[in-house]
């Protein structure tokens, strides 16, 4: 949130002009470029998906990137509006648990979304349902499921039955079924959210910065 520098900037709501120095309203890499979409302030609170995902219990000074620089009546107006338009983490509706797959690759065509390396013929896969192109399966070798992105787990519950979360779990082995089910509890929470770390936390974590020389 800031006051406008030039009167330069459009709205994405109603696309008229934003004045000069007037209070706008913006998601940072939602415009072209990844840059800043701007909205006039009332035009703000009609932009429901994204507004969605903001969480009334944080700070707005963590929530809003410059909400501190906002003069007083403007950031009690922001802050009132907010929680009237959005929810705590608390309150919202838990994900719905993503669709998923399981079989032996019927040839040696497909390729692990983590690896880059084909699958072959008759080999256990595991896939996330429309999240490759056309709405396809994005499979994964079993093994390289863990490092999937965080957003296709999220939703998935340690207390899902694997029957109901994985389609074709049914026709595996005994031995493949312990397999998946291992793999994919591992990315689940108990609220539906990713507990993992981003693989580039456990890298960072996993080769710390060397100390300096004194």
């Known amino acids: 949130a800031e006051y406008a520098p ?29 840059a800043t979409a701007w909205y006039h302030y009332d035009c703000v609170w009609k932009e429901s998906v994204l507004l969605a ?60 979304k983590s690896c880059a390396t084909k699958i072959a013929k008759n080999a256990l896969r595991v896939g996330f349902t429309g999240k490759a192109n056309f709405g396809a399966v994005a499979w994964y070798h079993v093994d390289c499921l863990k490092k999937c992105p965080q957003e296709y787990s999220k939703g998935i519950k340690a207390d899902t039955p694997l029957e109901e979360l994985v389609d074709g779990f049914d026709k595996l082995n005994k ?35 060397k100390k300096g020389r004194k």
């Open 6 to 34: 030039s009167a330069k900037s459009n709205c994405k709501g109603c696309s008229k002009p934003i004045g000069k120095s007037t209070l706008r309203v913006g998601f940072p890499g939602k415009a072209n470029f990844g």
């Open 53 to 112: 995902p903001i969480d009334t219990s944080q700070s707005l000074e963590e929530t809003v990137d410059g909400f501190e620089k906002l003069k007083n009546e403007d950031q009690t107006k922001l802050s009132s509006d907010l929680k009237k338009n959005c929810k705590a983490a608390a309150e919202k509706e838990p994900p719905l648990p993503p669709k998923m797959a399981a079989d032996y690759a019927k040839s040696d065509k497909s390729e692990c």
């Open 175 to 209: 031995d493949d079924q312990k397999k998946v089910e291992k793999e994919v509890k591992a990315l689940a929470s108990p609220t539906g959210a990713p507990k993992r770390k981003s693989e580039g936390e456990e890298s960072a974590k996993a080769s710390p910065a």
